[in-house]
């Protein structure tokens, strides 16, 4: 296996388990995913560092009950040993206000090397 494809393989892991972190609503699993400067674009506002993207996030949690967030046609546009760009095309369905619902968009995640460990450094989602 080269240096390149193990790269993208771990990378592809971390993409999964921030995932199904999201999908457990477990919030400190979540943050443990994201660098402490990290910048988050959604579409009901922007976030900077780590104490208003929790915040944001706890906000979604509260709202949409039962989500299932998926993460689809995952792609590296830019990936090093430091610094890795993906794309992605994601999916959600849960509760809102008692009643089902559903949306999709497109995600842009910009991840940092820190520490011996993957970060996210941006996520930028939109409808």
């Avoid at 990378?11 to 919030?27: P, T």
């Avoid at 993207?53 to 979604?60: C, N, Q, V, Y």
């Avoid at 949409?64 to 046609?73: A, K, R």
């Avoid at 949306?103 to 011996?116: K, S």
Wanted: net charge negative.
């Amino acid at each position: 296996m080269t240096n390149q494809v193990a790269l993208e393989s771990g990378l592809v892991l971390f993409m999964r388990e921030y995932e199904q972190a999201n999908n457990a609503r477990d919030i400190e699993r979540v943050v443990s995913f994201i660098a402490e400067d990290a910048t988050y674009w959604f579409s009901d506002g922007s976030y900077q560092g780590i104490g208003e993207i929790r915040s944001a996030i706890e906000r979604t949690f509260a709202k949409i009950l039962d989500e299932v967030y998926e993460i689809q046609d995952l792609e590296w546009p830019v990936l090093t040993a430091d610094v890795a760009v993906c794309r992605y095309r994601f999916a959600w369905t849960g509760v809102v206000d008692g009643e089902p619902r559903s949306g999709q968009g497109r995600g842009t995640n910009a991840i940092v090397w820190r520490d011996g460990c993957w970060r996210m450094l941006h996520e930028h989602l939109s409808s």
